[in-house]
């Protein structure tokens, strides 16, 4: 046999390892992946939180608009994050699908976990009689110069939101171990290592049943109902967290 034969025959045997190669490889990646929709990850099992307060009491917001939040808002994103995580695991087996599509599942699935847990802590924060008080009324004067100063400028915020949407949130940084007011244009904005204290909701859900375009009264009443009780448990909280 000539040295030409032998190259091609080599040539020849290398595609074909190589062909069979590809074929394995494409054969591994339509190979579906289990779909464990059993698993913490993929389970859709969050439980709607009832309000720890009676709705008829809170000054300046109505029954009916806290209700309406409560019922509506909150409980449709819990329930929303509980059909996509099993639908997650479906298009994760399904190796055929676009990535783009597992993109805009995934993406969901964050706007609906920033809404759930925005809103459990903007409600149970609301139910006290707004005295500020305790541990992080001391941290917020420590940071701002001013329990006055911090106010000024949370309410500046939230009302910077008021034509639109998005959320007002009290956060202690783990990582700069620091209080700051942040500035959430939706549920997915937030600061990195920031742990939410305190969150106002001014999407016009919130308060339009009760006071249209007039953010800034929404804002005095929310003020006023304050539980900063509720606020200086999570600020406790953060500070175990960030010293663990």
């Given at each position: 046999?000539?040295?030409?034969?032998?190259s091609r025959?080599?040539?020849?045997?290398?595609?074909?390892?190589?062909?069979?190669a590809m074929t394995?490889?494409?054969?591994?990646?339509?190979t579906?992946?289990?779909a464990?929709?059993?698993?913490p990850?993929?389970?859709?099992?969050?439980?709607i939180?009832?309000?720890?307060f009676d709705?008829a009491?809170?000054?300046g917001l109505?029954e009916?608009?806290?209700?309406?939040?409560?019922?509506?808002n909150y409980?449709?994103?819990?329930?929303?994050?509980?059909?996509?995580?099993?639908?997650?695991?479906?298009?994760?087996?399904?190796?055929e699908?676009?990535?783009?599509?597992?993109?805009?599942?995934?993406?969901e699935?964050?706007?609906r976990?920033?809404?759930v847990?925005?809103?459990?802590?903007?409600?149970?924060?609301?139910?006290?009689?707004g005295?500020?008080?305790?541990?992080?009324?001391?941290?917020?004067?420590?940071?701002?110069g001013?329990?006055?100063?911090?106010?000024?400028?949370?309410?500046r915020?939230?009302?910077s939101?008021?034509g639109?949407?998005?959320?007002?949130?009290?956060?202690?940084?783990?990582?700069?171990?620091?209080l700051?007011n942040?500035w959430?244009?939706d549920?997915?904005?937030?600061?990195a290592?920031g742990i939410?204290?305190?969150?106002?909701?001014?999407y016009?859900?919130?308060?339009h049943?009760?006071?249209?375009?007039?953010?800034?009264?929404?804002?005095d009443?929310?003020?006023?109902n304050?539980?900063?009780e509720?606020?200086?448990?999570?600020?406790?909280?953060?500070?175990?967290t960030?010293s663990?």
């Amino acid at each position: 046999m000539t040295i030409d034969n032998l190259s091609r025959r080599s040539a020849i045997a290398t595609l074909g390892i190589g062909a069979a190669a590809m074929t394995i490889n494409e054969a591994s990646a339509r190979t579906p992946v289990a779909a464990p929709s059993t698993v913490p990850a993929f389970a859709g099992n969050h439980q709607i939180k009832p309000l720890k307060f009676d709705p008829a009491r809170l000054e300046g917001l109505s029954e009916r608009l806290i209700t309406s939040h409560h019922e509506n808002n909150y409980a449709g994103s819990v329930k929303t994050l509980n059909a996509l995580r099993p639908r997650l695991a479906a298009a994760l087996a399904d190796t055929e699908a676009p990535p783009a599509i597992y993109g805009g599942l995934k993406r969901e699935e964050l706007h609906r976990t920033g809404s759930v847990v925005l809103h459990e802590i903007y409600f149970d924060g609301l139910g006290g009689d707004g005295r500020a008080a305790g541990s992080v009324r001391d941290a917020i004067d420590a940071a701002f110069g001013s329990f006055a100063t911090w106010e000024a400028e949370f309410r500046r915020t939230g009302m910077s939101l008021a034509g639109g949407s998005g959320w007002t949130i009290l956060a202690y940084n783990v990582h700069t171990r620091s209080l700051n007011n942040h500035w959430a244009w939706d549920h997915m904005h937030g600061a990195a290592a920031g742990i939410p204290l305190l969150a106002l909701d001014m999407y016009e859900h919130s308060f339009h049943m009760d006071y249209g375009t007039q953010a800034a009264r929404y804002i005095d009443a929310w003020f006023k109902n304050l539980d900063w009780e509720a606020t200086d448990r999570r600020y406790a909280q953060a500070i175990a967290t960030a010293s663990a």
